[in-house]
């Protein structure tokens, strides 16, 4: 369930950029192996991730967070961290994906009107 924790998506992401630059055709011949090195290194933050995250094949639970006295936001209260069972990995994920899309495009046309909008004003005004 890592597309459920955003502390496994961004060390994914991280580790998915890395490998781009690193093998770009571009790159310098020994980027290959430094690749591989931070990669040994990222597993282990992974495994201490997936620690931390509390998920598991079977079962998934939010991950803990700590409250900072006086540091939350007003009305903020503490997420539930019960455990949940896993039934349908691959339907969750899809529906993890489709969110994602939809998300992603409404913020794409969001852009695009906004541009279109800068440049009827400038031919306006």
Request: charge should be negative; charged fraction near 30%; glycine fraction near 6%.
């Amino acid at each position: 369930m890592w597309h459920r924790h955003p502390e496994l998506l961004w060390e994914l992401s991280a580790l998915k950029q890395h490998w781009l630059f690193c093998f770009d055709p571009q790159a310098k011949g020994n980027q290959a192996l430094a690749w591989h090195h931070d990669f040994a290194i990222t597993r282990e933050r992974l495994r201490d991730w997936v620690t931390i995250s509390g998920t598991r094949l079977d079962r998934d639970r939010p991950t803990r967070t700590t409250a900072w006295p006086g540091g939350e936001a007003e009305g903020w209260t503490q997420p539930s961290t019960a455990e949940v069972p896993v039934v349908e990995r691959t339907k969750d994920f899809l529906a993890f994906v489709e969110e994602q899309v939809q998300a992603r495009t409404a913020e794409q046309d969001a852009v695009i009107r906004q541009v279109l909008a800068d440049e009827q004003l400038g031919r306006d005004g």
